[in-house]
């Protein structure tokens, strides 16, 4: 007779760590509406941030002992309105903003907040108030990073190069700044919506790209797609806010498939198009489907879906890819819109257009220094059969780049057209 096996029992993890995570997972949405409302109501950035960071702190004591309540939102909210009382009240602030924060949560077992028309004013001022053209490129995105997303200073100052005693003070003069300019706390109107919005789509885009590029931080990246996923629920009825959105999934879709197992970057045209995450593609053609106008980011969206529905690099759309960089280039000129375009005709017409091209992209001196322009002409050039000048290009464009991985990738190039 055999002897039964028994079942492995599983051991539950830790109090501590579940508590762990149901703070992490709380705070993504928390920490930001929290941060929001506090400024509203108190008009004090360092107090809200403080608030909303101690009632973390204070979950990540509490919770392991007593338990992950049944609303942690609303638990976390009450903890920090409740320390903005506090300190209000030793402050001797007049009794209006006291009432106006105990309406805030009345208590523990109160229902988490909805979405909903209050929701939605705070965190959409709080983003407009962070990309206000006041405000120098890099503070609207440290700022975002900070206040929007509650990243931390430390992750900030790694992703702009800088220590992260300098930006603590970056952040600082930024909220300074605010205060001191004015600045109010909402989202513009009419001709003023459509003046600001572009420069909050741009500081979004910026964050984005430096999370994408080889050798960036992915979590950044995500953050920009959640953050744009954030915005395009706030604002249905803006069409160049769809198209920042479908832009990112797009690009983002092939994030896990950009590397090989060596954890070499690989072009597009090498990729293992199975990788690609279908379901971002999907999420993404169904924000473009929403675009009723043709701005900036719609016909770079454009563009980036004709890459992502290619069954093959060989089925990929070039003629569309490419007049569409002519739309968007007699609509945003820039060398680099003008370099891009220079491939794109390369691929539909032939490597010697898009020499031409490149050479008329070059005048003006916009593109002087830049490798990426070198390793296009390394690329047009193999194409027509000159493989020994193709190589010498690679190798001239692998000398100028900053990126570890995009010069491994141009050598490689270089090694096998010389092999």
Known sequence: MSTPQRRPVRTPPPAGAVAADAVAAASV?????????????TGDW????DCAQESLTVALERWPADGVPANPGGWLMTVARNRAIDVLRRATVERRKLHDLALLTPDDASPEPEVGQ????????????????????????????????????ADIARLLLVSESTMTRRLTRARTRIAQAGIPYRVPSGPALTERLPGVLAVLYLLF???????????????????????????????EVAALLALCLFQ???????????????????????????????????????????????????IAACHATAASADDTDWPTIARAYDALADLRPSPVIALNRAVAHGYAYGPGVGLDLLDAARVGGGLDGNPLAVAVEADLVARQGNRTRAARLFREAAAAVGSTAERRALLDRADELTR
């Open 29 to 41: 949405e928390a920490y930001p509406r929290i941060v929001a409302t506090l400024i509203r109501i």
């Open 252 to 302: 983002h879709s092939r994030r896990d498939a950009r590397r090989d197992v060596a954890g070499n970057l690989l072009t597009l045209e090498r990729q293992d198009r199975d990788r690609w995450d279908r379901a971002a593609i999907a999420e993404g053609l169904a924000a473009l489907d929403r675009v009723r106008h043709d701005g900036p980011y719609a016909w770079q969206a454009r």
């Open 209 to 239: 790209t430096r999370g994408y590029v080889a050798d960036g931080e992915p979590a950044f990246a995500d953050e920009a797609v959640r953050l744009a996923r954030l915005l395009d629920r706030l604002m249905p009825e803006q069409s």
């Open 118 to 153: 209050d929701v939605v004013d705070d965190r959409l001022r709080l983003i407009f108030t962070c990309c206000h053209p006041a405000l120098a490129l890099e503070a609207r995105v440290a700022l975002t990073l900070r206040t929007v997303c509650g990243v931390a200073t």
């Open 46 to 49: 360092a107090l809200a941030e």
